[in-house]
C-alpha cells in the first residue's frame, strides 16, 4: 500500500499549474512518483489531493485511488484522510511525498526490507547533507534508532547541526500508523499536524523505529519552487543519459542532449548533439539521430537516420532518412527505405517503401505508393478553406517538380506528371499528364520591357 501526498498549492512555484504536475524529464513529478511506487509492488495507491485536485486526478486517472484533503492542515492531517480507505488493513504503507520524482525503486524496496525484516513500526528514508538547512534533522537514540524527527522551525541549536535528514519517505505498520496519528496535536510553531510526530509517538511507546539512509542524496529533494525544479531536472537527465548509454545507446554530448523519462532507445543507436526526444518516442536500434532534432510521440525504426528535424506524433521506416529541415507532423507514416529531404512538410500522409521526397515539398492528407519520386516543390493542394481532400498516388509515378495536385485527386500506378502542371483530374495508370499553358515566345520583346521598366524608373527619381 502507499500514500501520495499531492495536497499542496506550492505557492513558490508561482504557477498556475498545480504543484505536482511540473514535468521533470517531460513527465508530472507525481506521475515519476506514481510509477516507482507501483514499481515496488503496491497494490493499492492512495494519493491525497487538494489545490488543483480535478487536474491531478485527470491526469492519473484510474492508476489510483484518490482523497480530498479539504483544509491543508500539515502532512499528519494529509494521510490521516486515508482511514476510510487504509484503516482497517493490515501490513506495510509507503508514505511519499508527489513532489519527490527522484526517489527509485531500488531505495524503496530497499527501505521496505529493512523496515519488514526488523518488524519495525516505522522505517524513515535519510539522507547526508553539507546543507541540511529547510529539512527536518532526523534524531537518533543510543541503539541508532530513530528517536524523533525535528522540523527546521522547531530545531534547537544542537539539532540544528545535524546533518541527517528527513527525505519525506516512509515505511509504516499500517495499523500503528493510523493509531498513533490520532495521538498527533497542532502544539507546534505552523500549529499543524505533522506526520514526523508519528515517530516520536512509536518510539515513547516503545516501539522500533528505524532509518534507512539512501545512497544518492539527490533523492532527497523536494520540489518546492523553480529553483529545485530545474536541480531536479539536472539530476534526472544524468540518470536518464546514464541508463541509456549503459544500455548500448551512443550519446555524443550528454550535456545537450535531452530524453524523457518514458523514452526507449535500441541498442547501437547514436545521438548527436541538441537531441530532443520527449514523451512515449521508441527509437529503434542502430539509428543516427540529430543534431539539432526534436522528436515527440513518435516510432523511428531500426536503421533510420533522423537530422536536424522535427517529428511529432510520426512513424519512420526501417533505414529511411529525414533531413535535414524537415517536419513530419501528426499521422505520417514512412516506409522502408524512404528519403525525405530539407524543408519537406508530410501531415497525415503514408510514404511507401522507397519513395522519395527529396526537397522543399508539402505532401498533407496524402497516400502515396512505393518507388515513387515527388519532385522538387511539388505540393498537395488539400484544403479549401473549410475542407481538407485527399491525394492519391499509385507505385512507381513519377511527379515532376512545381506540380500542384488539387484534391481529391489520384495518380495511377507508373503514370507521369509533368513538371509545372497543375493536376485537378485523375491520372490513370501509365499515363502522362501536363496541364500548363503553351509556351509562346515574343522575338526581341525582352529589350523592350527592359526599356519601359527603365523609363518608368527614371521617371519616378527625384531630379
Known amino acids: 500500500m502507499a500514500v501520495v501526498l499531492a495536497a499542496g498549492q506550492g505557492k513558490r512555484m508561482k504557477s498556475k499549474l498545480y504543484k505536482v504536475l511540473h514535468p521533470v524529464c517531460g513527465k508530472p513529478m507525481v506521475g515519476h512518483v506514481l510509477d516507482t511506487v507501483k514499481a515496488t509492488g503496491c497494490q493499492r495507491s492512495i494519493v491525497i489531493v487538494g489545490h488543483g485536485a480535478e487536474a491531478v486526478q485527470a491526469y492519473l486517472g ?40 527522484l526517489v527509485t525503486t531500488e531505495t524503496l524496496n530497499g527501505l521496505m526490507t529493512l523496515h519488514e525484516e526488523n518488524q519495525a513500526a516505522a522505517t524513515v528514508l535519510s539522507a547526508v547533507m553539507d546543507d541540511p538547512t529547510g529539512y527536518g534533522r532526523i534524531i537518533r537514540g543510543e541503539d541508532g534508532g530513530v528517536q524523533k524527527i525535528v522540523e527546521q522551525k522547531d530545531c534547537t541549536a544542537e539539532e540544528a547541526a545535524v546533518q541527517e535528514i528527513n527525505t519525506g519517505t516512509y515505511c509504516f505498520d499500517n495499523a500503528k500508523l493510523f493509531a498513533a496519528l490520532e495521538k498527533v496535536t497542532n502544539s507546534n510553531n505552523q500549529q499543524e499536524y505533522y506526520l514526523t510526530d508519528v515517530i516520536g509517538i512509536l518510539r515513547a511507546s516503545g516501539e522500533v523505529v528505524l532509518g534507512y539512509q539512501t545512497k544518492d542524496a539527490a533523492e532527497s529533494i523536494g ?186 485527386v489520384n495518380v495511377g500506378k507508373g503514370a507521369y506528371v509533368v513538371a509545372g502542371s497543375t493536376i485537378t483530374r485523375s491520372v490513370p495508370d501509365h499515363d502522362l499528364a501536363i496541364a500548363r499553358v503553351r509556351q509562346e515566345n515574343k522575338e526581341g520583346y525582352a529589350v523592350k520591357i527592359r526599356a519601359r521598366a527603365k523609363a518608368k524608373k527614371d521617371q519616378s527619381s527625384p531630379s
Open 223 to 408: 520540489v518546492n519552487d523553480r529553483l529545485a525544479l530545474s536541480e531536479a531536472e539536472g539530476h534526472m537527465r544524468s540518470r536518464i543519459n546514464r541508463y541509456h548509454m549503459l544500455n548500448g545507446v551512443t550519446i555524443i554530448d550528454p550535456a545537450s542532449t535531452y530524453i524523457g523519462a518514458d523514452v526507449v532507445i535500441g541498442a547501437d543507436t547514436v545521438l548527436y548533439p541538441g537531441t530532443i526526444l520527449k514523451g512515449s518516442t521508441d527509437i529503434g536500434e542502430n539509428c543516427v539521430i540529430g543534431p539539432s532534432t526534436e522528436i515527440e510521440d513518435s516510432r523511428v525504426l531500426d536503421g533510420a537516420e533522423i537530422k536536424q528535424s522535427v517529428l511529432n506524433q510520426a512513424e519512420v521506416g526501417a533505414r529511411t532518412t529525414v533531413g535535414p529541415f524537415a517536419y513530419l507532423r501528426p499521422g505520417a507514416v514512412l516506409g522502408e527505405e524512404v528519403k525525405v529531404g530539407d524543408f519537406v512538410e508530410i501531415k497525415n500522409a503514408t510514404i511507401g517503401d522507397g519513395s522519395k521526397v527529396s526537397h522543399l515539398s508539402y505532401i498533407g492528407d496524402a497516400s502515396v505508393g512505393s518507388n515513387v519520386n515527388v519532385g522538387c516543390g511539388a505540393i498537395t493542394v488539400n484544403y479549401d478553406g473549410y475542407n481538407k481532400a485527399k491525394t492519391e498516388i499509385g507505385d512507381d509515378a513519377f511527379i515532376g517538380s512545381n506540380v500542384n495536385l488539387i484534391a481529391p
Open 62 to 101: 484510474d492508476k489510483a485511488e484518490y482523497v480530498l484533503q479539504e483544509q491543508q492542515l500539515g502532512t499528519g492531517h494529509a494521510v490521516k484522510q486515508a482511514k476510510d480507505l487504509l484503516g482497517g488493513e493490515e501490513g506495510t504503507t509507503i508514505v511519499i511525498c508527489g513532489d519527490t520524482p
